[in-house]
């Protein structure tokens, strides 16, 4: 009984050491401007759902990653008059997580998705290349992180954009790699998009 005590600790120790090291840069970290309006939803967070950004292309350091999301932000703000960058989180090539509009806030990204679920774009054109080892790996930290805070389902369910819209997104040699990914489900959702109001 004694030895499960601590072994139960030590998992509890080890979990901490994985929310302490996500690799996490927030909105005042990459200079983001304020959003609009946050339109919040409750969890726990059913669906996961991957993207590609196609453009801007890959980043590779802090400083061209914080550039890529300013990019991003000003594409889907202030060209397409979102309220935010679309996305919850992207993760750049750096292997850091950057915060868009975050968890459990109303997103701009997959139509009749926003709101439950958690949409990361992993930064670049990942029709033919593969993400590195590193950005995949800082996508499943994310993912987990939340799955253990309680804030993704632990039953969720992990997409691509292009099942549920017509799109590449999140290009194809990405595509195939998620479907070997845990809770990956082959669902097909995609609804003619001139039906989808926004
Ligand atoms: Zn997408």
């Not at 050491?17 to 983001?32: E, I, N």
């Not at 509009?101 to 990942?126: E, M, Q, T």
């Not at 987990?144 to 992990?158: F, K």
């Not at 999140?170 to 489900?185: C, N, T, V």
Request: charge should be neutral; proline fraction near 7%.
């Amino acid at each position: 009984m004694q030895s499960l005590a601590v072994l139960v600790a030590v998992i509890l120790f080890l979990m901490d050491g994985l929310r302490a090291c996500l690799p996490y840069v927030t909105r005042d970290a990459w200079d983001a401007h304020p959003p609009k309006l946050v339109e919040k939803f409750t969890g726990p967070i059913p669906y996961v759902i991957i993207h590609h950004s196609y453009q801007p292309a890959a980043c590779y350091d802090e400083k061209e990653c914080q550039k890529a999301m300013q990019i991003m932000q000003r594409m889907h703000q202030q060209d397409r008059g979102w309220n935010d960058i679309g996305y919850s989180f992207a993760v750049g090539g750096d292997g850091r997580i950057y915060q868009g509009r975050g968890f459990n806030v109303i997103g701009a990204h997959a139509p009749r998705y926003n709101d439950k679920s958690v949409g990361i774009c992993l930064i670049g054109d990942w029709r033919f290349d593969l993400p590195s080892k590193k950005m995949i790996n800082a996508v499943h930290s994310l993912i987990e992180y939340g799955v253990y805070n309680n804030i993704i389902a632990s039953n969720y369910t992990l997409i691509g954009h292009r099942q549920t819209r017509p799109t590449d997104c999140p290009g194809d040699r990405l595509y195939k790699e998620i479907q070997d990914w845990p809770h990956y489900s082959p669902l097909q959702d995609v609804v003619d998009p001139n039906s989808i109001p926004t």
